[in-house]
């Protein structure tokens, strides 16, 4: 039972969720540690690109959990962290960039290919949908051949 117990246990542990931050970084105050995981969770690692820095295990991202918490321990605010942060490895470090500056373009940029094939889509359908001309009508040589194709 042991033996099963021990297979089980290693067959699932990739799908465990893996945090780098480790016990020496941990603050002694719930709530402050709290503030400092989620300001954690918004940042990009600079080297991972992929992963925050609560994720990752890089050592610019372990300096960056350190800075964080200093900086809420100084008394900073959420937005001072993320500010003091951004002044130095600039909004790269931003999952989500905000939307001011050249960064509005980003913004705009999805929404407004969206109606611009929005709007294609509605002139095409609107311009297929107008009624044809009808074609001429059939001279009497092509409806007696017509009706010798038809009769074979």
């Known amino acids: 039972m042991t033996r099963f117990l021990l297979v089980l246990m290693l067959a699932f542990a990739p799908l465990s969720p893996a945090f780098a931050v480790q016990p020496d970084e941990v603050l002694a105050d719930p709530a402050l540690e709290a503030r400092a995981r989620a300001i954690s969770r918004d940042l990009r690692c600079p080297v991972c690109q992929g992963e925050s820095i609560d994720d990752s295990n890089a050592p610019i991202s372990r300096d960056?959990?350190?800075?964080?918490?200093?900086?809420?321990?100084?008394?900073?605010?959420?937005?001072?962290?993320?500010?003091?942060v951004v002044s130095r490895y600039g909004e790269f470090v931003l999952f989500n960039p905000r939307a001011e500056g050249a960064n509005l373009i980003l913004w705009l940029a999805g929404p407004g290919v969206l109606l611009l094939g929005g709007l294609g889509a509605f002139l095409y359908i609107r311009r297929r949908g107008q009624a044809v001309a009808p074609a001429e009508a059939l001279t009497a040589d092509e409806q007696a051949r017509l009706r010798e194709l038809m009769n074979k």
């Open 64 to 84: 960056l959990r350190l800075v964080v918490r200093e900086r809420i321990m100084a008394g900073d605010t959420d937005a001072e962290v993320i500010d003091f």
